[in-house]
């Protein structure tokens, strides 16, 4: 069973040549301007979003298991 997204409503200001650029890309993709968006958000930032989730799961780990924490530095320094 697919997990239910809850959304959460946000303004975004576009330049008056990006908002009608929008309006129309979504129009000729039967699909509204908020799906392209959003669309267009994740894809951009999918790898920071993807690091976030990692960071979220690494510190749940270290505070189930505090005695296997390794100090920032040396983290960082195997990551390379």
Do not use: Q
Not at 26 to 32: D, R, Y
Not at 54 to 80: G, W
């Amino acid at each position: 069973m697919k997990k239910k997204v809850t959304m959460v409503r946000t303004t975004v200001y576009l330049p008056e040549r990006v908002h009608r650029g929008m309006k129309v890309l979504a129009a000729l993709n039967g699909k509204s301007m908020a799906d392209l968006l959003r669309e267009a958000l994740e894809e951009v930032y999918k790898d920071d979003m993807s690091d976030l989730r990692h960071a979220r799961e690494a510190l749940a780990e270290m505070k189930r298991h505090p005695e296997t924490a390794i100090d920032a530095r040396a983290y960082f320094a195997n990551r390379r």
